[in-house]
């Protein structure tokens, strides 16, 4: 079952990293550029990695050219909130 995922990204950080801001939003900080499509392709393969699931089953579609995206996780709920579970506790 897909679950959407709502986040704002800032490319070209000097790290990888998801955390949630002050008023409560999902944001990631990656290492590629935003130029040519490298960041969000760099953002699906990252958020696989962090979610556990292969590339294929993270999909952006809203947001290709903006900070604010929305993607589709092709994950069961135990997956997700296992991964939400380890966000919240870092």
């Known amino acids: ?4 995922l709502h986040l704002k990204v800032k490319p070209g ?3 990888d ?3 949630y801001d002050a008023a ?4 990631a900080k990656i290492k590629a550029p935003a130029q040519d499509g490298k960041a969000n392709a ?5 958020l696989a990695k962090q979610i556990g699931v292969a590339k294929s089953n993270v ?8 900070p604010h ?3 589709e996780l092709d994950v069961d709920q135990e997956t997700y909130d296992r991964f939400l579970t380890r966000l919240k506790s870092e």
């Open 1 to 4: 079952m897909p679950v959407t």
């Open 13 to 15: 950080s000097k790290v």
């Open 17 to 19: 990293q998801l955390f």
């Open 24 to 27: 409560g939003m999902l944001n």
């Open 42 to 46: 760099y953002l699906t393969e990252f």
């Open 59 to 66: 999909t952006i579609v809203a947001g290709f050219t903006n």
């Open 69 to 71: 995206k929305r993607i």
